[in-house]
Structure formats: structure tokens, C-alpha cells
């Protein structure tokens, strides 16, 4: 009795010795690979830094980019298109304009009414749709077809009163938030599609042309007179309502960036100098390129294998396209080799471009103690369930990063600007006031990173200069600013008093 008692202690002592090794083993194992979720998190985040002086460096990238960009066709990454637009908004405008706003994955159609001298916009109105995706990689007709009609059901749903008088025609300004090679103001041929649209029978050809085209098939009497980007919008919307707006930045699905340049300052431009001395340019930025941007193998791969490999490589690191789908990328290498969402990894996290920069947004705003909205967002977006609060802690350091370098690196670029119009240091008569009009979901949605790109840009101003900047949502500045540039451009302009 006494050996079979030794025995069953001795085994039920093995088997808990087994059990606490087992035990052992697990927690190791998930120590191991939490351990390796870490490193990966620390890796990102240093390839992702942006010190102010690696800022600085890419700033002044940005300003000999730009100077090379002007001196000719092709001298640089960064196209720097004369917009032909010489007059910006002075605020005497008026009469019922339209525009036709471009963007992205949607689009808008607005009627503008302006009340001429100190009247300024009396009535507005829009509708929006969004472009079906088979659209996005069809034919140039096609695309223009559906744009068209739906310009139409908007002219024909309109009140009376804002018709125009017998013999005069509708008249349109254009936003068109693509890279264009401009040939006046009214007219432009397509270099390149971007923001994941990719039809090729529409490169080279003038984009004004094929929508009159469509009109004309739609019946739409209506003339396009200003082809604009929607940066060159938003800098003639901002500066209808404050005069000392001379720069705009986009921050939406894409981004870009405009600005008033001394016509004296254009090398390329062969024209005859306008009278008001100045040029709006469409710099194009999106495609800027250095070898100071902090870029990742996720960055690489991304890019690799996307539709424009090469390509709109500022873009890819600070728009609204793509930060969340640089997020999702370092999340399934966590999840293959860290198991940070269990032993199997969730197919959906392999489904490139699955988690939207909205989601990411709406995860890193998380405030509640549990950090539910993470967890809900995983779920909806990912079907990923059951996340512990560590993992969620993860997801949101991981939207931090990449946020922060995006909105930093915004901030650079918008310091070259400033510095290639002389304004970065303060004059005897103290620091010049520089108004930047912004728009776009990402910075008017997304209030970190919006807060991040503000702060970083005034703290590399400097004291001295941190007052003189002013920041100004320029709210459908693309849509208003086209209907303003279509006004001063009117083909009736000198029918109005």
C-alpha cells in the first residue's frame, strides 16, 4: 500500500512537473513572441523617425526641386506646371458659375452664386458620386460619359432663376486633381493618372476636350472656361476671402501643393510677363522624391506593387490612399511572425488596401479605457475578434508612427515652399504673414495627424517666425475656387458690370 502511494505521489508529482513545464514552454513561446512584435515595432519606428534636422534636410531638398523644376521641362521629380492662372479671386465677381470637382474617388458638381463687388457667395450647391471602380481602369469615354451625366441630372434638377439668359451658355471651371501639362487656361493634356485610377487611352490627350465631348453627348450647352487643380482651386477659394493666402495644400486621398511664384522667377516660361507680376504654380508634389525621406521595406513594397511603381513617392508616405494600408502591412508581418492575432492569420488582413485611413484614424483617436473602437474596427474591418488591450495598445502605437512621419513630412514640404518664396526668415519690419489654405479629408478629418503637421511647422519656423504662420481650412476650396476662376475667365466677362 505505502509503494503504491509513493508511486501515485511520485507520478502525479511527474505529471505536475510536465503540466509547469508545459506551462513554461507557453509562456515563453508567448513571450518570445511578443518580444518579436516589439522588435518589429521598434524597427518601424526608427526607420519611420523624423528628427527636426532630417526635416530641415528634407525641406531644402524640397527648395532645389522646386528651383530646378522651374528652370525647365523635366529638370526635376517635381513638374512645377504653369496653371496660367496670373489673377487670383479679388472679390468682384459674379453671377451663377459651375464646377466640376475631380478628386478622387469622387466627385462633385457645384453651382456658385457670386454677388459681385463685397456681395460674395450668395448661393451655393452641390452633389456629390462616386466613381464605380471598373471606371476607375475603363476608357476615357466611359468615364467622361458618367461624369457628364450626372452634371446633367444636376443642370436639369436646378431652379429656374438660375438659368441663364437665351444665347448664353453655362459656363464651368474644371478641377481636375491629376497631373496635367497645361497649354492655357482653359485647356490641358494628361500626363499621368493617379490615385489608383489607370486608363491609358486618356494619357496625352486634353481632358477639357474629352468633357465637352461628353457634354455635347448629354445635350449639356455648357463651356469650360478654366482648367484648374484642385491646389490652384483651393489657393483661388482661399484667397477670395483672404488676401494674404499664397499657398495651398491638399491633403485628401492624394495630395499636392500650390503656391504664388514671381513670374520673374520661371526661367521656363517664354510667354509675355502678366501684369500682375505673379504665376500660380502646381508644383505636383506628390511625386517629390529625396534620399532623406525616411522610407521602410513596407514603403518599398508598397510601392513595388502598386500600380505606379516609382511613382508619387511623397504621396505614398503622407496621404490618406495609403497610411493605412502601411499600416496593415506591418500588421500582417507582426501576424506571420509574431502571432499577434493568434496562431492563424486572418485572410483578410492579406487583402491589400483592406484597412482604409479613415479606420486607422477612427483607431487611433480611441480615448475609451479598453480602447473598444480598435477592437471594433479590427472585427468589422479584418475579422479579427477577441484582440487583448496589449495587442489594441499595438495597433494604436503603430498608427502613431505612421501618422506622425506623414503629417512631419507634410510639414517639411510645406517649409520649402516657404523658404523658395523667401518667407522663412523675419523682415526689419517684422515676420510676413503666410496664410496656407488647406483642404482635404485627411487634414480636416484626421485631427492628430492635422495637430501633428501644425505644430511641427511652427516649431521649425522658430520663435521668432512661429506667429506669422496661419493655417486656414479652405472648406471645398477646389469646388468654389474652380466656379471663381471660371468667373474671372468668363468668355461674357465684359457683359458684367
Known sequence: MKKATVGAVVVGAAAAVAVAALVARHRMRKSSKWARAMAILKEFEEKCATPDAKLKQVADAMTVEMHAGLASEGGSKLKMLISYVDNLPTGDEGGVFYALDLGGTNFRVLRVQLGGRDG????QEFAEASIPPNLMVGTSEALFDYIAAELAK????????FHPPPGRQRELGFTFSFPIMQTSINSGTLIRWTKGFSIDDTVGKDVVAELTKAMQRQGIDMSVSALVNDTVGTLAGGRFSNKDVSIAVILGTGTNAAYVERAQAIPKWHGPLPKSGEMVINMEWGNFRSSHLPLTEYDHAMDTDGLNPGEQIFEKICSGMYLGEILRRVLLRMAEEARIFGDEVPPKLRNSF?????????????TSSDLRVVG??????????????KTRRLVVELCNIVATRGARLAAAG????????GKDTPRESGPEKIVVAMDGGLYEHYSEYRKCLENTLVGLLGVEMSTS????????GSGIGAALLAASNSQYVEDRS
Open 414 to 421: 510645406i517649409l520649402g515652399i516657404v523658404k523658395k518664396m
Open 154 to 161: 444636376f443642370v436639369a434638377a436646378e431652379d429656374k432663376k
Open 376 to 389: 471594433d474596427k479590427l472585427k468589422e474591418n479584418l475579422e479579427i475578434s477577441n484582440t487583448s488591450l
Open 354 to 366: 483592406i484597412l482604409r485611413t479613415p479606420e486607422m484614424s477612427a483607431m487611433h483617436h480611441d
Open 469 to 476: 504662420i496661419v493655417f486656414k481650412h479652405a472648406n471645398d
Open 120 to 123: 460674395g457667395i450668395i448661393h
